[in-house]
């Protein structure tokens, strides 16, 4: 999914960093880290030097993690017993 929203993209920059299960990047590489200076979207980039701006962020989860959340969400529900 695509991203503009800086606590979004956050989010999935700790989920990448912590747990693993995200990945989170742009057309130039994985991004690291990310801020808004002037109403731009600045990322840095992995392996880069500086900021860099972005139009948008691809947040990508991996298939296991959605997994993990159904099995959860039909075990609270009772679906699965």
């Known amino acids: 999914m695509?991203?503009?929203?800086?606590?979004?993209?956050?989010?999935?920059l700790w989920r990448q960093a912590f747990i693993g299960d995200t990945q989170v990047g742009c057309g130039m590489g994985q991004v690291v880290a990310i801020r808004r200076h002037k109403g731009q979207l600045l990322a840095?980039?992995?392996g880069w030097k500086r900021?860099?701006?972005?139009?948008?962020v691809e947040i990508s989860e991996s298939w296991?993690?959605?997994m993990v959340l159904q099995a959860q969400?039909?075990?609270?529900?009772g679906i699965f017993t």
């Open 51 to 56: 900021w860099h701006a972005v139009e948008h």
């Open 2 to 12: 695509q991203s503009r929203s800086i606590k979004e993209i956050k989010a999935a």
């Open 64 to 66: 296991l993690a959605g």
């Open 73 to 77: 969400f039909c075990k609270e529900a």
């Open 44 to 46: 840095m980039i992995r």
